[in-house]
């Protein structure tokens, strides 16, 4: 895996996923000041990349999760990875809206799910988690058997590693926030000085931009 995380973290740095500007932060939806962008859509635009992560995911899921029965995606960041992921395996797949239509049949979990079958989840990014439960949540009442969830990269919030404990799912990522600045300063993408702003910022992610 250790591999694995730093090949992730070159990657998502080569073809710009992933930006560092601790100097001049950028704004979150959520209002948080961050000193790093993630937009893991990129991946798609690049069939080195994009193979890559297919592979990666296709072999933890048959590792891992040798009784899976279903692969559902995340809309909208991971529904592409993850039909991919499906289609390697020769899987069905389903994927999972952030809330349900408001119209129509009113689905939340998009295609054909039957009760009681194996699923595991396919993310693109893991922030506080909360996105991501919401879907693992929304497969639940639709009677799925969640084995648990993979995702593309982890910015590793404390967070996050409660949030997936108390709701009961196992999650395993690709790459992370550690191997990536590691990363970032071996290639000198980032200086020493930068390293402990991305470290500082990491530990209080809510409050960083406000000191």
């Known amino acids: 895996m250790k591999n694995t995380e730093q090949k992730i973290a070159e990657l998502l740095l080569q073809i710009k996923a992933i930006k560092l500007s601790p100097a001049n932060p950028f704004t979150w939806?959520?209002?948080?000041?961050?000193?790093?962008?993630?937009?893991?859509?990129?991946?798609?635009?690049?069939?080195?990349?994009?193979?890559?992560?297919?592979?990666?995911?296709?072999?933890?899921?048959?590792?891992?999760?040798?009784?899976?029965?279903?692969?559902?995606?995340?809309?909208?960041?991971?529904?592409?990875?993850?039909?991919?992921?499906?289609?390697?395996?020769?899987?069905?797949?389903?994927?999972?809206?952030?809330?349900?239509?408001?119209?129509?049949?009113?689905?939340?979990?998009?295609?054909?799910?039957?009760?009681?079958?194996?699923?595991?989840?396919?993310?693109?990014?893991?922030?506080?988690?909360?996105?991501?439960?919401?879907?693992?949540?929304?497969?639940?009442e639709a009677e799925a058997d969640v084995l648990g969830m993979l995702a593309i990269f982890t910015y590793e919030f404390a967070v996050a590693e409660n949030n997936f404990s108390d709701a009961g799912v196992e999650l395993r990522c690709l790459g992370n926030y550690t191997a990536l600045t590691e990363h970032a300063a071996r290639i000198g993408y980032i200086s020493a000085d930068e390293i402990s702003t991305l470290k500082d910022w990491r530990k209080d992610p809510g409050n960083w931009g406000l000191k």
């Open 29 to 140: 939806a959520s209002g948080w000041k961050s000193p790093i962008y993630c937009d893991n859509r990129k991946t798609l635009s690049y069939p080195e990349v994009r193979d890559y992560l297919k592979n990666e995911f296709s072999l933890a899921v048959q590792e891992q999760y040798p009784s899976v029965e279903i692969i559902a995606g995340v809309a909208t960041g991971a529904i592409a990875i993850g039909a991919l992921v499906a289609d390697e395996l020769g899987l069905p797949f389903v994927y999972v809206r952030p809330k349900a239509k408001e119209h129509g049949m009113g689905n939340q979990v998009e295609g054909f799910l039957d009760k009681a079958k194996k699923v595991v989840v396919i993310e693109d990014l893991i922030s506080t988690g909360k996105s991501s439960l919401n879907a693992v949540k929304a497969l639940r």
